[in-house]
């Protein structure tokens, strides 16, 4: 207890924190420095800040740059000691940017030795206090501009009781300055005259106007004073009182208060008669009680008027033009202008402009008019003859339709004639002093500021200016001008130009143009501007020792689209893929259309020639995004051959023909790929030259052969059908498997006819083997391309090669491939529905290798699913290829289909696939392809052995 004792009191420091951040004012502790060392919750708040964001920080970073030197002159006083100066009103920004107005008062938490350590700041918002000011200000501005040196005190206060006006007649009537009572409640209201003066406040902000008022004050002296005065409450524009007028006169002075009232009107009078207008006021009933020297001068005739009406200066008509002219400025406060003939004192006619407004007394009513007349005669004479010289101007002028335009050395518009409303859709009046270059296209605005030099050098143009002028639309139009220097000239100063709108003529030169450079379909450019620019890229890439690369790009996929969905939808997929390869490309780079499918893509200026591939495969990613053709989704991809500059060739020739012997080099690998220009590719080039002539005269002298597969039934070991497989002789007498020429085949459209052939040729076997006494339900499996499928005459093909063998509809298989199956167009549906009605049976082949959803099986005639025999190879090892098959055989029976598993080679195969409920297999296990001589003794036996 004793240690306690020793000591004072010490306030705990959390207790101080609580204690500051409960104050309702703001609190800030500031070093020397002016960093904020704390800051209470209220400032936090103030400030929109959190606390963690404001200590640490400099004060003056939250000031604004205009308040920065008082803030700290502020500071700067408060740290030097002394008298802790008075509280100053500043700004600060707040954290979302807006500006507080708040008062900041300090003072110095000084050390032992007197030194400064801390500055201790109380920071008030004044928002409220401002916007109230700022009321008051507009208040006091009316009341400074009317009664600012009148010899009445006129003094207002707001609604509670605080000064917010003080004119000099009351500083001198109550002894106080504007300093000493603005904000405050009046100081000169003697203590027992307080409740008198709040009944006499309630009073009049109730809406009473309070008159002859006898009151007793005290001035700032101490002496009393009596004054005569009258209240009135203020009122805003929704007319709700805001505060109190008081006027009000010492009448204990009233002479000198009458002396002062005296020489102001006489300053009025003077001020009156030095108005070189006439000026004169009328009552609500017209008549004149006031006027000044100039008005009498020109219709008073030396006569006194005060009084009088109109009617008592003005003919009859007269009288009553300027009485209508009156009435509604007497009706309600209003102002008007207009114009009127009226005679003066000499008897000649003067046309007089009149401005009247109405006057307003204290009250708000409307208690006469004033009115300020000009004589305009001489103005409207000098208006007369210029709009008769702009008539003849504007007939010259807008009767052409051509524009005339007149500005200035720097382009600065002085006129434009009507045609520029047609031309370029703007009214002339709203480009009259804007610059001729606001319209100017920017790449012509230095050709244009040419030709005004040459106008400045010359007197007038020779050649025609062309250049393009901005349409209010947004659009350009070219013109021809030709000009002619005027400036000389006092009635012009400035350039005249005629212009004549050529964009039409333009227009026609430019597609001329375009058409006879550029592709009409795509809009890019054509083989021969192509190869214009590639030998300039050559010769610039020869100079510099940069690169040139040639991109030859082929889509693959598109006859396919183009026969199925037609040439419309075709074109647009063209548009659709040149618009892709535009965003795959820089500016300076040439995109053209070889023509069909075939695009060439030329990049100059290159570092490395490398840098194509990357190019090529943005060009590849681009292709394989879907495309919307014909309200359906579609997929293309592309094959692209490069070649570069100068290792592949030299000339565009070479170079153009060894990018497309990449292409068809990186076709033959698997198409979507690109492939570089080797030296090589030539000789399979030629090779596949070769292939594609001997593949021709195949085709044309029916050089191919039919062997057959036999397909088992796998629980009766029954052959229940048979599949075709095509094979080439050649001349050598060799044989061509499938594999090395169907591609070839399908590239070149030759696979139509061969497939035509291996159909025809199959049903014929088929019948033969029918009418040798082989089982008439066995049916015959036919492979078909893509391309078949998709020839629209393959339909009528079917029927015509099935009525000449005379093979039945049911006897009859046709293969298709899952991805030809996923299309599901119209024109493919019907064509399966078509051959269903027909009796031929479907079988989708190499089922579980597509992509898509398998929901077509329940929608499209399909009665067979064959197994690919990638998942039949590893069934026996890769649990995950069983797990494929055994799926498939079961949503197969689940949808009543039947399955066949190709690729059967083994025992183990075999076994497995009947123990999960397999169908129908096919493979070297039963039989290898045969030809039909040797097959016939198998069928005749119509049975293998399908148990180990």
Known sequence: MSA???????????????????????????STDGTFRFANRALCEMMGYPRSALEGQSYSAFVPASELAGDEEHLRRIREGGDPPAAIDTRLTRKDGTQLWVRVSATAIRDPSNETRYIVSAIVDLSEQREKDRSLRQTNGFLAAVVQNAPVAIYTSDLDGAVTFWNPAAERTFGFTAQDVIGRVPPFIPEGKIDESVELRNRVLAGEVLSGLELERRRADGSMITIHGAAAPLRDEADRVTGL???????????????????????TRALLDAIPNPVYYKDREGRYLAYNRAWSDIFGRGADWIGKTGFDLFDPATAREHQERDRPLIERPSSTTYESLVPGTDGSP??????????????????GVISVVTDVTRYKQTESALEASEARFRVLTESTIDLISVCDADGTLQYQSGALRQLLGFDPADTVGRSVFEFVHRDDVEHVRAAFRRMLETRQLTEPVEFRLRHRDGGWRTFESLGTNCIANLHIRGIVWNSRDVTDRKVIQQRIQHLAYHDNLTGLPNRGLLQDRLARSIARAERSGRKVAVLFI??????????????DVGDELLRQVSRRLSECVRLEDTIARQGGDEFIVLLDNLDDGRNASFVAQKILNALRRPLTLGGTEQHVSGS?????YPEDGRDAQTLMKNADTAMFHGKGLGKNTYQYFTAQMNIAVKRRMTLESALRRAVMQKDFVLHYQPQIDLQTGEI?????LVRWKTEDSGTVMPGDFIPLAEETGLINEIGEWVLREGCRQAKEWQEMGLAGSRRMAINLSARQFSDKGFLDMVVRVLAETGLAGHCLELEITESQVMRQTEGMIQLLNNLAEMGVHLAIDDFGTGYSSL????????????????????ITIDPNDTAIVVAIINMA??????????GVETAGQLALLRSKGCQVGQGFFFSVPLPAQELYPLLRINHIAVEG
Request: aromatic share 4%; charged share 30%; with cysteine.
């Open 4 to 30: 306690i004792a020793k000591g004072p009191t010490r306030i705990d420091g959390d207790l101080v924190r609580e204690a500051l951040d409960r104050a309702p004012v703001g609190i800030a502790v500031l």
């Open 350 to 367: 003067h046309q007089m402009l009149f401005n009247k407004v109405s006057f307003v007394d204290q009250r708000g009513d409307v208690a």
């Open 554 to 567: 082929d889509l693959d996929n598109f006859k396919n689209i183009n026969d199925t969905l037609g040439h």
């Open 245 to 267: 007028l008081v006027a009000c006169v010492d009448v204990s002075e009233a002479r000198r208060a009458t002396a002062e009232l005296e020489r102001h009107l006489h300053f």
């Open 893 to 902: 029976r689940s949808l009543d289909l039947e399955t066949i598993a190709e």
């Open 855 to 874: 929901s077509y099986l329940k929608r499209l005639p399909i009665q067979k699913l064959k197994i690919d025999q990638s998942f039949v190879r590893d």
């Open 640 to 644: 692209v051959g490069i070649a570069l």
């Open 720 to 724: 229940v059908a048979v599949e075709a």
